[in-house]
């Protein structure tokens, strides 16, 4: 059972381009959720998204950030005009639809590094 | 909004015990989620406690008092490649959103 998918693994970006972040959840895995890494920082959580859904984007810039989860194909999160401050890990992780202490086992993908330059 | 506090460093030998405290405020607490990070690597779910007492999973147990707002992770038998990041993350706030919110890790150092 394939794990969480991200794409691509490493991504460099001039200031003011745009960045696209792929994220497939493991089979069977209806929740989606997109977190950024600083180093030596812990995941700040960015959105939660279901199929079709943004259940929760109070993590989110207001500006130039912008996530979907499509009916088909990947959750993909895109950073339009980045800047150097965008520069970071960008991490994945699914979760699976059923209730009780499972919901909040989440897992991560291998991560998308983002450098502006 | 919510809180986490972890020592930054511990260090430990290998064979030993050592427990990695966590101390949260947060509103609307739901549960506190362990999760390991080694270098350059994604986060890997350990334990989750929504209750009050010491969780095991083998060599790993994770604790919680919700009346301290407190709990620990506590890994025994440690082995070289139990060096790694642990995170201490508990549910994020209102609107029954199931995002985590992450303290900023503890990094622990196995010395032969």
């Known amino acids: 059972n394939a794990g969480v998918m991200q794409n691509p693994r490493h991504l460099v970006r001039r200031r003011g381009q745009e960045a696209r972040l792929r994220c497939s959840p493991m089979?069977?895995?209806?929740?989606v959720y997109w977190y950024r890494q600083l180093p030596e920082e812990g995941l700040k959580f960015m959105v939660y998204?279901?199929?079709?859904?943004?259940?929760?984007e109070s993590g989110m810039p207001k500006e130039r950030f912008s996530a979907e989860f499509p009916k088909e194909g990947p959750s993909i999160l895109r950073i339009q005009q980045v800047v150097r401050g965008d520069s970071a890990a960008y991490f994945c992780?699914?979760?699976?639809?059923?209730?009780?202490?499972?919901?909040?086992?989440?897992?991560f993908g291998p991560g998308t590094r983002l450098t502006v330059t | 909004g919510q809180s986490l506090e972890q020592p930054s460093e511990v260090t430990a030998v290998e064979g030993a015990i050592v427990q990695i405290n966590c101390t949260y405020q947060?509103?609307?607490?739901?549960?506190l989620s362990w999760y390991q990070q080694h270098d350059g690597g994604a986060p890997t779910f350990l334990s989750y406690?929504?209750?009050?007492g010491l969780e095991e999973t083998g060599r790993f147990s994770s604790f919680l008092s919700r009346s301290d707002s407190y709990g620990y992770l506590l890994l025994q038998e440690l082995q070289m490649k139990d060096s790694a990041s642990y995170f201490c993350?508990?549910?994020?706030?209102?609107?029954?959103?199931?995002?985590?919110?992450f303290g900023k890790g503890t990094h622990l150092i196995i010395q032969p």
């Open positions: 992780a699914s979760s699976p639809p059923v209730f009780g202490a499972r919901r909040y086992e989440q897992y």
């Open positions: 089979k069977g895995h209806s929740h």
């Open positions: 998204l279901q199929k079709e859904n943004i259940i929760d």
């Open positions: 947060t509103s609307g607490f739901y549960g």
């Open positions: 406690n929504a209750l009050d």
């Open positions: 993350a508990v549910r994020s706030s209102g609107g029954g959103a199931d995002g985590l919110t």
